[in-house]
C-alpha cells in the first residue's frame, strides 16, 4: 500500500462542473495534509493546506478533511479549461517532518 | 518575492560527468527540500535541510548524490557520476517556521544524461 494514495485519472469534467479529487493516506498520526497543482512542465503550485477536520473553503476551491476515515478530498467549483492540470496530494506524518506526495490526479476541463 | 530560484532550467550532459543543481530560496526560509520527479516514481524527497543543517537524507538515492548548504541563501545538489537514470526534474522548494508550513518550489532543473 503507498503511503498516499490517488486516483491517477484522468478525470474529464465539463466547464462549470465540480470537479472532485480523493486521497486517502495511511499513517493515522498525519498533521498536515496539502494540495498541488501542476501544470505541465511546470513545478507545484501550493492551492491548499487543511490541518483539522472538516472544510475549508478558498475562492472555487474546499478541501475536506476526515481524519478518521484517513481521506482528504478537494472539490472545484465552477470549472475552468484552466483548472486542466495535476492535482498533488502531500500528506506530513506524524513521524518526521517529510512531505509525501501522492502520484497525482490529472483533470480534464472540457469546454 | 523572487521566489526559489534553481538553476539552471535544463542540463543535457553525457554519462559519467558531474552534475551540480543550484538553488537560492526564498528569504526567510528557513527549511530547504530538495526533491526528484519521474513519470515512474512522482515527486520524491531526497533530503531536506533545516537553518542550513541537512536534517534528513535518506531519500538519497546513492552515494553519487550529495547535497550541501553552505549558508542561508544558497543550496547544491550533486551527482558525481551521472548516469542515465538520473534523469529527472530536480526541484527545490522552501519553507518558513517549521515543516508543517507550506513549501513553495522552484521552477526545477530538466537533466537529461545521455
Known amino acids: 500500500q503507498k503511503e498516499v494514495e490517488q486516483n491517477s485519472g484522468p478525470l474529464s469534467v465539463p466547464e462549470g462542473a465540480i470537479a472532485s479529487l480523493n486521497c486517502t493516506y495511511s499513517?493515522?498520526?498525519?498533521?498536515?495534509f496539502f494540495w498541488y497543482r501542476q501544470y505541465s512542465g511546470k513545478s507545484p503550485e501550493l492551492i491548499m493546506f487543511?490541518?483539522?477536520?472538516g472544510d475549508k473553503e478558498d475562492g472555487r476551491f474546499t478541501a475536506q478533511l476526515n481524519k478518521a476515515s484517513q481521506y482528504v478530498s478537494l472539490l472545484i467549483r465552477d470549472s475552468q479549461p484552466s483548472d486542466s492540470a495535476t492535482y498533488l496530494c502531500?500528506?506530513?506524518?506524524?513521524?518526521?517532518?517529510?512531505?509525501?506526495f501522492g502520484g497525482g490526479t490529472r483533470v480534464l476541463v472540457k469546454p | 518575492d523572487a521566489g526559489v530560484i534553481q538553476s539552471p532550467r535544463h542540463e543535457v550532459t553525457e554519462m559519467g560527468q558531474e552534475v551540480t543543481l543550484r538553488c537560492k530560496p526564498i528569504?526567510?526560509?528557513?527549511?530547504l527540500f530538495w526533491y526528484r520527479q519521474t513519470m515512474m516514481r512522482g515527486l520524491e524527497l531526497l533530503i531536506y535541510f533545516n537553518n542550513n543543517v541537512p536534517i534528513d537524507d535518506s531519500g538519497m538515492p546513492e552515494d553519487r548524490f550529495s547535497a550541501k548548504m553552505p549558508n542561508a541563501s544558497f543550496s547544491t545538489l550533486k551527482i558525481q557520476p551521472s548516469e542515465p537514470r538520473d534523469s529527472a526534474v530536480y526541484f527545490c522548494a522552501t519553507g518558513q517556521g517549521n515543516s508543517n508550513q507550506p513549501q513553495h518550489f522552484g521552477d526545477g532543473t530538466r537533466l537529461s544524461i545521455l
Open positions: 528569504s526567510g526560509h528557513d527549511y
Open positions: 502531500a500528506v506530513i506524518k506524524a513521524a518526521g517532518n517529510k512531505l509525501t
Open positions: 487543511i490541518y483539522s477536520n
Open positions: 499513517d493515522r498520526g498525519s498533521q498536515s
